[in-house]
């Protein structure tokens, strides 16, 4: 399998923007599962592919190509508890490898390395698909030969197709192509589909005049979670919610936090 190392990226004039458009066109997830491919192959000529929805952080698989059935598996029972790479991209949202992230020493000595050189591959990105400022799936492709750093381009190559990808998905969501899918649901009532305590607050009358982010943030602040707790369950970054509460503090005139959430649950 050729590594990423020793790929020269096709320029635009090849069809990296028809790529690009066709991901962002898809309005099925076979067919952006297919067009994703695609890019990947033009990016860094990968073929081997996975695309997954988060629940509750679980990466749940709805498209993959070129990956082992076996490892497909091995992945989604227990490594992904894991997975630097997933962490990262939920916590930043950001595209990722792993000797980018953890160095050529630390890649090496990493579990997911482990995992990937059983099933014939030594390295993997991935990055982030939004809807709105949520992250709700992440795109992952593997490469075999050097267990080294994805260059440039080829990073930049999937930060635009996760991008592509996320408008996709938006369009799917809000035509009600993914109606039967949890993802459609947590759009909607992201409580409801999280079963979280904090949903008793629903009627609160000051949660209710807020905006649907601010509440779901709001919610969960008043179930007592921390800000990477927040980020995790609602798929966004620590900072995100740490701007959301910041707003919230001031919109209600509390000094911080503990006060933010007194006040919250004073309110009828």
């Not at 635009?12 to 192959?41: M, V, Y």
């Not at 593997?142 to 990073?155: C, K």
């Amino acid at each position: 399998m050729t590594s990423a190392a020793d790929v020269t990226p096709i320029p635009p004039k090849h069809g990296i923007g028809d790529a690009i458009l066709s991901i962002a066109a898809s309005r099925s997830l076979q067919a952006l599962g297919d067009a994703c491919e695609r890019g990947l192959h033009r990016f860094i000529a990968s073929g081997a592919i996975g695309l997954y929805f988060l629940d509750d952080h679980k990466p749940c698989l709805f498209y993959s190509k070129q990956a082992p059935r076996g490892f497909i598996e091995e992945y989604g029972d227990t490594s992904y508890r894991n997975d630097p790479i997933l962490e990262h991209v939920v916590d930043t949202g950001r595209p990722i490898d792993g000797a980018e992230l953890l160095g050529a020493s630390g890649w090496l000595a990493c579990g997911n390395f482990k995992l990937l050189k059983r099933w014939g591959f030594t390295n993997c990105m991935a990055g982030p698909l939004h809807v709105e400022d949520r992250i709700v799936g992440v795109v992952y492709t593997a490469t075999g030969g050097m267990a080294e750093t994805y260059p440039q381009e080829a990073r930049n190559g999937m930060e635009l197709l996760c991008r592509a990808g996320s408008l996709a998905l938006t369009h799917m969501i809000e035509t009600g192509r993914l109606s039967n899918l949890p993802i459609a649901s947590t759009g909607k009532n992201t409580f409801q589909a999280l079963g979280r305590p904090g949903r008793q607050l629903c009627e609160n009358e000051m949660i209710r005049q807020l905006p649907l982010r601010s509440r779901e943030v709001a919610l969960l602040l008043c179930d007592g979670l921390s800000n990477k707790e927040i980020a995790r369950s609602l798929g966004i970054s620590p900072y995100t919610v740490k701007d959301h509460i910041d707003r919230l503090c001031k919109r209600h005139e509390a000094h911080n936090r503990t006060e933010l959430v007194q006040r919250i649950l004073r309110a009828h």
